[in-house]
């Protein structure tokens, strides 16, 4: 699977954000389940929106 640059630039600042503002020990777990669990906290959000 290829991603576009800008995505993948995208992706590296919200990893750098979230590892900003929680300790180390923890960014390998936080940062990938952070990042899907918003992503699908927002497609149910759209989606409810959407279909009333």
């Known amino acids: ?3 576009p640059t800008a995505t993948l ?3 590296e600042r ?3 954000l979230v590892r900003d503002h929680i300790p180390p020990w923890s ?3 936080i940062d990938y ?3 899907v669990a ?3 906290l927002w497609t149910a ?3 409810g929106l959407l279909l009333g």
């Open 14 to 16: 919200c990893q750098y």
């Open 45 to 47: 959000l759209v989606a």
């Open 33 to 35: 389940r952070l990042i």
């Open 9 to 11: 630039q995208g992706l």
């Open 38 to 40: 918003m992503l699908l």
């Open 27 to 29: 960014s390998w777990v």
């Open 1 to 3: 699977m290829t991603y």
